[in-house]
């Protein structure tokens, strides 16, 4: 006999509008990773799991997990999560909605008397947004699973320029615990990991459905701090040949490889392809010709190969316009991340859950990386649940419907009720 268990939409509902009004900024929703934003949304999360009487408890990295026990307490845990920062300006759903919706499935278990299987931990994860705050992949969850790079506590917040360890010590966290890998949640303590996200394109909301399921996470080449060198002059006096303009030579590169991008996809690559940032140095200014120009690069796919011939376009188009006007590409670092596929069989029992309540459904790679990724790399069984949303991402604009959301958390509570 199955139970007749609902998510619990009141207590997400109510969260949901006290997150966003204490991270209303006056323009978006702001909770900043390893900061006050992201201390008050987690301090009011933990409030409502301890209202609900779940177990909870803050890791060394400052993760939350809240538990509902389960019948067999020394079994491998389930995990419900997602994160609880928000980029500068952002969404109030980007993230939170994951944890909400673990919440909503523990707490109509609690409410139901139902005790799952084995004991479902709701996580929320610390500092996900790496292209606001910390620039390194998922800091939190890895934590959380002991398998953080010690590097990585050493990356610079991008706006306080100190250091993710200083962050987590100044918020009452053990950043050498976390070098030393002390973690709750040790991936051979975790039989499967699910987070419900908004989806952060379009393709949802195209297709009139209101439910999506992952099946894939893409890789990425980053390059995060490449430059292009040319020479500071005169604008007035400088004739073109005499010129070695550092912006115009950028302008080139990137819009001869949005065109190279479009002849990959003809030829049937799938990737994305973007100048995060293409800006003159500071010397710039009016009555000089750009000596010094900056550029972010990231191209993500499922495909290694098709990242690969985006590069090998880039360099190819770069060492020819080095030739032609004068001046030197300086590509940095570059940071690699491999395509993580979801599990195929959460993939299945999602499917399952879904056809079961008669949630339209589709299945579909995702375009952003995700707390999940960390969880995959670690050798955890871990699944994704796409959340129709309109206008977008990583902006104000962005809106899920409740009842898409109410949707996906019967989803969530579904899955979770037989894992
Ligand atoms: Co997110």
Redesign the pocket.
């Known amino acids: 006999m199955r139970p007749n268990l609902t998510p619990d939409l009141d207590l997400a509902t109510h969260l949901s509008d006290a997150l966003r009004e204490a991270g209303f900024d006056g323009i978006g929703i702001t909770r900043d990773a390893y900061g006050p934003g992201e201390a008050r949304a987690h301090a009011m999360v933990r409030a409502a799991a301890d209202a609900i009487g779940l177990e909870t408890a803050c890791d060394a990295a400052g993760n939350l997990l809240m538990t509902l026990p389960g019948l067999d307490r020394a079994a491998p845990v389930t995990v419900i999560g997602?994160?609880l920062d928000?980029v500068r300006h952002g969404g109030n759903d980007?993230?939170a909605a994951?944890v909400l919706a673990g919440l909503a499935a523990v707490s109509a278990m609690r409410r139901a008397g139902f005790v799952p299987a084995r004991d479902i931990v709701v996580l929320a994860a610390r500092a996900?947004?790496s292209g606001s705050w910390f620039p390194t992949g998922f800091p939190g969850s890895r934590a959380a699973l002991g398998t953080l790079p010690p590097a990585a506590l050493a990356a610079r917040r991008l706006d306080t320029g100190r250091t993710l360890a200083e962050h987590m010590a100044q918020e009452g966290f053990d950043p050498e615990a976390v070098r030393a890998g002390v973690c709750l949640l040790p991936p051979s303590r975790v039989a499967a990991y699910l987070e419900l996200?908004?989806e952060?394109g379009p393709l949802l909301d195209a297709a009139a459905l209101p439910v999506g399921i992952v099946t894939a996470i893409p890789g990425a080449r980053r390059l995060r701090a490449a430059r292009v060198v040319g020479e500071y002059n005169h604008s007035g006096a400088t004739p073109r040949a005499y010129r070695r303009d550092a912006a115009i030579a950028l302008a080139e590169l990137a819009y001869r490889l949005d065109e190279a991008w479009g002849e990959l996809e003809a030829a049937g690559h799938a990737l994305v392809v973007t100048f995060c940032v293409l800006a003159t140095a500071p010397e710039a200014g009016f009555t000089k010709i750009p000596g010094a120009a900056a550029f972010q690069l990231d191209v993500r796919s499922l495909a290694p190969d098709s990242i690969d011939a985006a590069y090998a376009a880039l360099h190819r188009l770069a060492a020819e316009i080095e030739r032609r006007r004068g001046v030197r590409f300086d590509f940095g670092e570059q940071l690699v991340s491999l395509p993580t596929p979801m599990s195929g069989e959460i993939q299945a029992a999602l499917a399952r859950a879904a056809g079961e309540l008669a949630i339209p459904c589709r299945c579909m790679p995702s375009g952003?990386g995700?707390?999940a990724v960390a969880f995959a790399q670690a050798g955890v069984p871990a699944g994704m649940l796409f959340v129709r949303n309109q206008n977008g991402?990583h902006s104000p604009a962005e809106a899920m419907r409740a009842e898409d959301f109410a949707a996906a958390a019967a989803v969530v509570l579904r899955w979770a009720e037989q894992a």
């Open positions: 997602s994160h928000s980007d993230g994951g996900e947004e996200h908004i952060q952003g995700h707390d991402s």
